[in-house]
């Protein structure tokens, strides 16, 4: 994915995550955050490839149904002549495998590159969601209530099981969106939901947690 098909685009890795089924959702959590993202940020080959790396710990939805994903960690990426090439075909991948294997469902998971376009410029707040679907099927009216909205375009054809096989998606496009209270965001579930209506079916409300970027340098684990 040469950077000259695409101009100056913001590219992100989106890594839509099941977990393991032996861990529970509350263990799941934890490691991602407590493990798992300082284990992937230590390695120097990681942030090679990654400027900013940011956790989506998918939380309860409010009709208690099961999850497609349980966490999505988006990576923006380094400007580079080729999107393809990134941290799964560095060496230092191998260092972070055996914590994949234990922490996620490898066959239920996927990772895609796409860019990101700013819909509604406002601010982001601690009550988000992400929506999965067809890009065809987002009109900005259905997220009124939404006071920051950011559409990031993936391309289906780079899925893969992170760095282990090859994978199939066919949402093309990510959507985030931030409300004002979790009420709003509650609504907007119901809504999105909704068979009658016809809409996307797959909003995951998250917990945002910031792992490194420019607003929050890496800093060594060694010294804090």
């Given at each position: 994915?040469?950077?000259?098909?695409?101009?100056?685009?913001?590219?992100?890795?989106?890594?839509?995550?099941?977990?393991?089924?032996?861990?529970?959702r509350e263990a799941f959590s934890t490691h991602y955050e407590t493990t798992h993202g300082p284990l992937a940020?230590?390695?120097?080959?990681?942030?090679?490839?990654?400027?900013?790396?940011?956790?989506?710990?998918?939380?309860?939805?409010?009709?208690?149904?099961?999850?497609?994903?349980?966490?999505?960690?988006?990576?923006?990426?380094?400007?580079r002549g080729d999107y393809s090439k990134g941290f799964?075909?560095?060496?230092?991948?191998?260092?972070?495998?055996?914590?994949?294997?234990?922490?996620?469902?490898?066959?239920?998971?996927?990772?895609?590159?796409?860019?990101?376009?700013?819909?509604?410029?406002?601010?982001?707040?601690?009550?988000?969601?992400?929506?999965?679907?067809?890009?065809?099927?987002?009109?900005?009216?259905?997220?009124?209530?939404?006071?920051?909205?950011?559409?990031?375009?993936?391309?289906?054809?780079?899925?893969?099981?992170?760095?282990?096989?090859?994978?199939?998606?066919?949402?093309?496009?990510?959507?985030?969106?931030?409300?004002?209270?979790?009420?709003?965001?509650?609504?907007?579930?119901?809504?999105?939901?909704?068979?009658?209506?016809?809409?996307?079916?797959?909003?995951?409300?998250?917990?945002?947690?910031?792992?490194?970027?420019?607003?929050?340098?890496?800093?060594?684990?060694?010294?804090?």
């Open positions: 994915m040469p950077i000259s098909e695409h101009g100056q685009k913001t590219y992100r890795r989106h890594s839509l995550l099941r977990r393991n089924p032996a861990l529970s940020s230590s390695q120097e080959g990681f942030r090679q490839f990654a400027s900013r790396y940011v956790q989506n710990h998918v939380e309860r939805l409010p009709d208690d149904s099961e999850p497609l994903f349980d966490g999505v960690t988006m990576t923006t990426q380094v400007p799964f075909n560095h060496p230092d991948y191998a260092n972070v495998q055996d914590d994949e294997r234990y922490l996620f469902d490898i066959a239920e998971t996927v990772s895609l590159l796409g860019w990101e376009e700013v819909v509604v410029d406002g601010p982001a707040t601690q009550f988000k969601a992400l929506l999965l679907m067809a890009s065809s099927a987002f009109t900005q009216d259905r997220l009124r209530t939404a006071s920051r909205i950011v559409a990031n375009h993936l391309d289906v054809n780079t899925a893969s099981a992170l760095g282990f096989s090859k994978s199939t998606f066919s949402c093309d496009l990510l959507i985030e969106a931030w409300f004002n209270e979790a009420l709003v965001r509650t609504a907007a579930y119901r809504e999105y939901t909704s068979p009658a209506e016809g809409l996307p079916q797959i909003f995951l409300p998250v917990r945002e947690v910031m792992v490194y970027g420019p607003e929050k340098p890496w800093i060594h684990p060694k010294h804090p």
